[in-house]
């Protein structure tokens, strides 16, 4: 028979990297020893962090299970709108954590699922304290990461924040080819377009569109500083 369980609605489509950013903020303990579980496509999994409070037992860690607004179905009777879910055994700190996930984002708190979880009225609204911001600028690299990438690439990329050298590599390899793209993309696009030759003694207007082109194609020239109309069969709209 499984135990108790806390649960949390979330309000909004929030990643686990949110999640696991307010769980840092709010027990320093847990920075050093998280680590996320993500193996499903889906982009659910578990955040495992050791339990804020001194513990006596054998279990020592907290797996807080994460389920993504892509995926939630559930609870859909106490709130309707995009949500994120979590999920977290029922013992010791299991309230607090939630609280202090749920004050970053706003949502609703089922302290126990003993209770009937269809029933409103065993769901505690909490509303998202105004102006958070993560305080670690690790915790915000990671956050933008999650909501760019599905959780598995994201946090194999965060993992990329704590080897200096490596994420160094990683950049300049980038910075290399978007310099390189943007060269070739540029050559592209001055050989697609035509050269304009404008003759002011013949008040005519000349294409070139390369060797081997048809040429031939003229303009007469309306006043100087005003729009002319090229009249040729590609219509393009010259100004002088």
């Known amino acids: 028979m499984m135990g108790a369980s806390a649960k949390a609605i979330l309000f909004g489509d929030i ?3 949110q999640v696991a950013a307010a769980i840092r ?3 320093p303990s847990a920075a050093n020893d998280m680590r996320m579980d993500f193996r499903d496509a889906n982009g659910s999994g578990r955040i495992i962090f050791p339990e804020p409070q001194p513990v006596t037992g054998s279990a020592t860690h907290r797996m807080l299970s994460f389920m993504p607004a892509n995926i939630v179905h559930e609870h859909n009777d106490i709130y309707s709108g995009t949500r994120t879910v979590l999920d977290l055994s029922k013992w010791g700190s299991s309230t607090e954590i ?9 949502g609703y708190l089922l302290e126990s699922d003993t209770s009937n979880s269809r029933d409103p009225d065993n769901w505690k609204r909490i509303d998202a304290k105004p102006g958070f911001e993560a305080s670690d600028p690790k915790d915000r690299l990671k956050i933008e990461l999650a909501r760019a990438f599905p959780a598995g690439i994201a946090t194999q990329l965060a993992a990329l924040a704590d080897d200096d050298q490596a994420m160094d590599k990683v950049l300049d390899a980038f910075n290399t080819f978007k310099q390189e793209r943007d060269i070739l993309s540029n ?10 030759e404008f003759d002011s003694t013949n008040a005519r207007v000349e294409f070139n569109f390369g060797a081997g082109a048809d040429s031939g194609h003229h303009a007469d020239v309306e006043p100087a500083g005003r729009p002319i109309r090229c009249r040729d ?3 393009a709209r010259c100004d002088v």
């Open 25 to 27: 903020d709010a027990f």
């Open 233 to 235: 069969p590609y219509r």
């Open 15 to 17: 990643s686990h990297e």
């Open 187 to 196: 050559l592209k696009v001055d050989a697609a377009e035509p050269e304009l």
């Open 98 to 106: 939630l609280m202090a996930i749920l004050e970053r984002f706003g």
